[in-house]
């Protein structure tokens, strides 16, 4: 892993009204790293991730994108960053509609321009083979499990070849053996295509199977960071209440 910073935050704020969501968050993820994000529900989590890739405008602070400052960017400019991050949402976002080959060539074809259809075949064929589902590239979402449904989700969001992805609860739902598999999945596309990750989750199994670094946030700050091994061993009792 390289000490080059892919992602920087810089005094991050955002308010929804009364409710401080983020108070001045400061972080960075190196080139290769999976940084895992630990919190209670509604300590700003996904609201960071979001801020990532334009999808809430914080209130106050800077975010640098393989180094381009994304915070004041227009629609047009913030696209052009967006093509080398994957978003894999919590519920993994298939278009029900649309058959799994369907999902996986219209993310291409958004992307990707003057691709031919042998050319989007083969890409989508690796994408499943990457997630290990070759077989259900002709099945329609509602055909899937929750587990094969997340791996779908992860296909559509590898087949774009982004640098960076940000997982929102990759493991959320799954039974525990489903949720080891999707984490080993993680681990396997970070050493394949040394991708920068995030990776929000309540998953503690997942958070030591992925994680290079752990940051945890608390009342929308960062409360305390480390190694999974590193933490486990804190003294401080609300830190220990997720490793019990």
Same mark, same amino acid.
């Given at each position: 892993?390289?000490?080059?910073?892919?992602?920087?935050?810089?005094?991050?704020?955002?308010s929804?009204?009364?409710?401080?969501?983020?108070?001045?968050? +400061? %972080? =960075?993820?190196?080139?290769? @790293?999976?940084?895992?994000?630990?919190?209670r529900?509604?300590? #700003?989590?996904?609201? *960071?991730?979001?801020?990532?890739?334009?999808?809430?405008?914080?209130?106050?602070?800077?975010?640098?994108?393989?180094?381009?400052?994304?915070?004041?960017?227009?629609?047009?400019?913030?696209?052009?960053?967006?093509?080398?991050?994957?978003?894999?949402?919590?519920n993994?976002?298939?278009?029900?509609?649309?058959?799994?080959?369907?999902?996986l060539?219209?993310?291409?074809?958004?992307h990707?321009r +003057? %691709? =031919?259809?042998?050319?989007i @075949?083969?890409?989508?064929?690796?994408?499943?083979?990457?997630v #290990?589902?070759?077989e *259900?590239?002709?099945?329609?979402?509602?055909?899937?499990?929750?587990?094969?449904?997340?791996?779908?989700?992860?296909?559509?969001?590898?087949?774009?070849?982004?640098?960076?992805?940000?997982?929102?609860?990759?493991?959320?739902?799954?039974?525990?053996i489903?949720?080891?598999?999707?984490?080993e999945?993680?681990?396997?596309?970070?050493?394949?295509?040394?991708?920068t990750?995030?990776?929000?989750?309540?998953?503690?199994?997942?958070?030591?199977?992925?994680?290079?670094?752990?940051?945890?946030?608390?009342? #929308?700050?960062?409360?305390?960071?480390?190694?999974?091994?590193e933490?486990?061993?804190?003294?401080?009792?609300?830190?220990?209440?997720?490793?019990?």
């Amino acid at each position: 892993m390289q000490n080059e910073s892919v992602i920087t935050i810089k005094n991050l704020w955002k308010s929804f009204g009364e409710n401080e969501v983020l108070k001045g968050i +400061n %972080l =960075s993820v190196n080139k290769g @790293e999976n940084l895992v994000v630990l919190g209670r529900s509604g300590s #700003g989590k996904s609201v *960071a991730i979001k801020c990532l890739v334009g999808l809430v405008q914080p209130d106050k602070g800077d975010i640098i994108v393989l180094g381009t400052t994304i915070t004041k960017l227009k629609n047009k400019e913030l696209n052009k960053i967006r093509v080398h991050i994957g978003f894999m949402f919590q519920n993994g976002a298939l278009y029900d509609s649309m058959s799994v080959r369907q999902n996986l060539s219209f993310t291409l074809k958004h992307h990707t321009r +003057n %691709l =031919s259809d042998p050319e989007i @075949e083969t890409k989508i064929m690796e994408a499943l083979e990457n997630v #290990g589902l070759v077989e *259900a590239v002709d099945k329609m979402p509602a055909e899937l499990s929750g587990g094969m449904r997340k791996r779908i989700g992860l296909a559509r969001t590898l087949i774009i070849n982004p640098e960076i992805i940000l997982y929102d609860e990759p493991t959320s739902g799954l039974d525990p053996i489903t949720s080891r598999e999707i984490s080993e999945l993680i681990l396997s596309i970070q050493q394949k295509y040394k991708t920068t990750s995030i990776i929000i989750t309540h998953d503690m199994t997942c958070a030591k199977m992925t994680a290079n670094r752990i940051l945890m946030l608390k009342d #929308g700050i960062i409360h305390i960071e480390g190694t999974y091994v590193e933490l486990e061993k804190s003294n401080d009792e609300w830190v220990r209440s997720f490793f019990t």
